[in-house]
């Protein structure tokens, strides 16, 4: 989805049946999901796909406003004309919610310049929705 990940830990916990695992990301604990019940490999696909599914789920929440300044940072260094003129017309807390719109429909945020000059591109014809 284009979004960096957040850190995450994988520990025991005594609270759950013993081929169960559960999650937490960003302090949220998410729901225990089965498969530690299955052979080491299978064990640790389960853990990979639970933890890639639950990031594609929630990327919209993991999206914060001092992570949109990160990647605006980044991209500035080779687009620095793009991020100056975006960010007089739009502030961090717009763009992110923009962007966390765009992750609640499924739509990647990776290619982010695309994103800026298209948004660049609507704002000059007017077409910009309030968020």
Do not use: H, W
């Amino acid at each position: 989805m284009g979004i960096i990940c957040p850190r995450i830990e994988v520990c025991e916990s005594g609270e759950l049946a013993e081929d169960m695992f559960q999650l937490q990301v960003n302090g949220q604990k998410l729901p225990p999901v089965a498969g530690l019940a299955l052979g080491a490999n299978d064990r640790a696909d389960a853990v990979v796909g639970a933890i890639l599914s639950s990031l594609r789920e929630r990327a919209a929440e993991l999206l914060t406003v001092d992570l949109t300044q990160r990647y605006l940072t980044l991209v500035q260094l080779a687009f620095p004309a793009i991020v100056d003129t975006v960010m007089t017309q739009f502030d961090a807390e717009m763009l992110t919610r923009i962007l966390r719109k765009q992750l609640e429909a499924g739509i990647s945020v990776k290619d982010l310049v695309s994103i800026l000059e298209e948004l660049l591109e609507k704002k000059a014809m007017g077409n910009i929705e309030v968020l």
